[in-house]
């Protein structure tokens, strides 16, 4: 099996250490060998940024527009052969696998637009006869870390805007999915970047992570991935000799409120595709239910029956609903919070139970927690798997504090026929996104992504607000 390689300085690097991508439908298909970076690898990666960045951070931003619409117009065309890989080695279905690779393209047409967009502003001076002008411009070598559960979505929505506003980047994608990161590469590398703008290093981020984190070349970090590791990010980047400017998107654990006055139908299938849609891998996944009483059994059968007729199946094969757990150490995970939930005195209504399938995967029954509490640990901690919790509270005002009552603020949503409660919970909810009558998960390309609390740390991801992260501000004076 050829090895597919990194891409450091502008060329393919024959690899020295190599690993399976192991699709988790079907643990004897191996997807492809990747490459697996060494330390020197990564520090080759920074070094090739360095050397391409002055040129690259002045280049007309009509080229960038070009490459980056180029790219775009690449994995358009290629969504449902780059889907079938996606579905093929994170397990999400190949419907999902085919509308996040579109999601991809999409981002980085929008921001191929970006590069000729970016404007400035000139202000009248306090002081007489000077003019004072504020500019943008980029930051530099950009850093990139990303998780396993949007391969390509979310090295889209980093790689774009880090290129249309003339940063040089290398990236790292988690090592569970170097596939669509790998082929977004060679699609960049095909688009015209000149060398070293754009590098690629495959690998473990206990092995080459500190390299990224803590070369002085580094000027900005922007990471996606659990709050633990996230942590280990922000360190390095204020403790640096040069501190760095830092990004992190992180855990979730969001709210779905359901009030009596919901549409049922509605609330069932919001509930339904934000807990458990995607194998309820999303940072976004609405995993706490939040139910007033008097829709509260009727909410719970009527989930427990959509449950009922979820396909937990091969991601790839038709009629799939639900593929598999990404691997065996998330399915581990996922089991030892359904036990602890029964532990801590919550009812399972329904599922959590692993499944057997023609193929061998890592497939688990969407589980659903009745009579929880606050301070349970399935209610507070996220599983990032097919998991919710379900919590019974008296009216609206009881509601929104349950939902509130979270160290993460990601996004949350609201099923109700109420205007006055939409609108009081679209500006009392402590997350960053809101949904009413909506899952707590799906979102659009153009516009901010992100949280509060826990959840989120430092500026905004994609839509205009990326120029915040991606560009620094100049101030100049002038004597006219
Ligand atoms: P993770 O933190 O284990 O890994 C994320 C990335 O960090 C991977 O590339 C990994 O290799 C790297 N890494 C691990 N240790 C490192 C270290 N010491 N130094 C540098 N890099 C290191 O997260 P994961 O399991 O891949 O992803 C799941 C998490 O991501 C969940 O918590 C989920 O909520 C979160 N997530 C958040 C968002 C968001 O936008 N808020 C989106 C998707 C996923």
């Known amino acids: 099996m050829t090895v597919h390689q990194n891409f450091i300085g502008g060329e393919w690097i024959p690899a020295g250490n190599a ?16 490459a697996r970076a060494s330390r020197a690898e990564a520090d080759a990666a920074i070094a090739a940024a360095k050397a391409a960045f002055p040129a690259w951070a002045r280049s007309n931003p009509h080229e960038r527009y070009e490459i980056l619409m180029r790219v775009s117009t690449e994995i358009l065309a290629r969504k ?17 696998g085919i509308g996040e690779v579109t999601r991809a393209g999409q981002i980085f047409g929008y921001f191929a637009g970006e590069a000729v967009r970016i404007a400035g502003e000139k202000f ?63 699609i960049i590398a095909r688009a015209g970047v000149p060398k070293g703008v754009f590098n690629l290093v495959m690998g473990r981020g206990s092995e080459i992570g500190d390299v990224l984190l803590n070369h002085d070349d580094v000027a900005a970090i922007s990471f996606t991935g659990s709050v633990g590791t996230g942590r280990k990010v922000a360190q390095a980047a204020v403790t640096a000799p040069v501190m760095k400017k830092v990004q992190l998107e992180m855990g979730g654990k969001s709210p ?7 549409d049922l139908a509605v609330a069932v299938e919001a509930a339904a595709n934000g807990a458990f849609y995607q194998t309820g891998q999303r940072c976004t996944a609405g995993t706490r239910l939040v139910v ?28 799939t609903n639900i593929g598999p757990v990404v691997d065996q150490n998330q399915l581990d995970q996922d089991l030892r919070y359904i036990a602890i939930g029964q532990k801590e005195g919550a009812r399972l209504a329904w599922g959590g139970e692993r499944l057997n399938r023609d193929k061998q995967g890592f497939y688990l029954q969407p589980a659903l927690f009745t009579e929880c509490s606050t301070d349970m640990q399935i209610v507070r901690e996220e599983i990032f798997g097919p998991v919710a919790a379900v919590l019974r509270v008296k ?5 929104l504090k349950v939902a509130n009552d979270t160290t993460f603020g990601l996004s949350s949503g609201i099923c109700t026929t109420s205007l006055k409660h939409a609108t009081h919970f679209k500006r009392n909810s ?15 390309y153009h516009v901010p992504f992100g ?30």
């Open 80 to 96: 449902e052969e780059l889907g079938r890989l996606l579905a093929r080695e994170e397990g999400k279905t190949l419907a999902d």
């Open 256 to 262: 779905l409120v359901i009030l009596d006055d919901a």
């Open 124 to 186: 009248a001076s306090t002081r007489p006869g000077i003019e004072v002008d504020v500019t943008r411009e980029p930051v530099g070598i950009v850093a990139m870390i990303t998780p396993w559960n949007f391969p390509i979505a979310i090295p889209a929505w980093k790689i774009a805007p880090a290129l249309a506003y003339g940063n040089c980047v290398v990236i790292k994608p988690a090592d569970l999915v170097p596939g669509c990161a790998w082929a977004l590469a060679d």
């Open 395 to 399: 009216d609206y005002d009881e509601a």
């Open 19 to 34: 690993a399976p991508n192991i699709n988790p439908s079907d643990v004897t298909d191996v997807v492809g060998e990747y």
């Open 451 to 480: 949280g509060r609390k826990g959840s989120s740390y430092g500026p905004r991801e994609q839509g205009h607000y990326a120029i915040e992260f991606y560009t620094t501000v100049k101030t100049s004076y002038t004597l006219a």
């Open 292 to 319: 007033t009483e008097g829709i509260h059994d009727r909410f719970v059968e009527g989930l427990v029956e959509r449950m009922k007729q979820l396909v937990v199946d091969d991601a790839l094969k038709p009629g």
């Open 430 to 444: 402590d997350a960053g996104m809101v949904n009413v009558n909506l899952p707590t998960a799906g979102v659009d």
